[in-house]
């Protein structure tokens, strides 16, 4: 929920924001490397900046499952 609402506050401002929990995966690399003491654990960062609409990069898109394959929502016509 706080990643949630600073990636909104974010948009408010004008910047881009992009979560990556994917840091959880080598937790003792990434606090090797940026020194952070043994107590404490990296699970997740984010990226944040302006966005370059004019990049390849970023029209690049993946494809996705469909909702109803994964989640179905009961009492809402």
């Not at 949630?4 to 990556?20: D, K, S």
Request: proline letters at 6%; glycine letters at 6%.
């Amino acid at each position: 929920m706080y990643m949630q609402t600073f990636m909104l506050l974010a948009v408010e401002q004008g910047l881009a924001t992009c979560p990556q929990e994917i840091w959880s995966v080598w937790p003792r690399t990434v606090a090797r490397f940026i020194g952070m003491p043994d107590e404490l654990m990296l699970f997740a960062g984010m990226s944040l900046g302006y966005e370059d609409t004019q990049s390849p990069l970023n029209s690049f898109r993946t494809t996705r499952a469909p909702l109803d394959s994964f989640a179905s929502f009961l009492g809402f016509n």
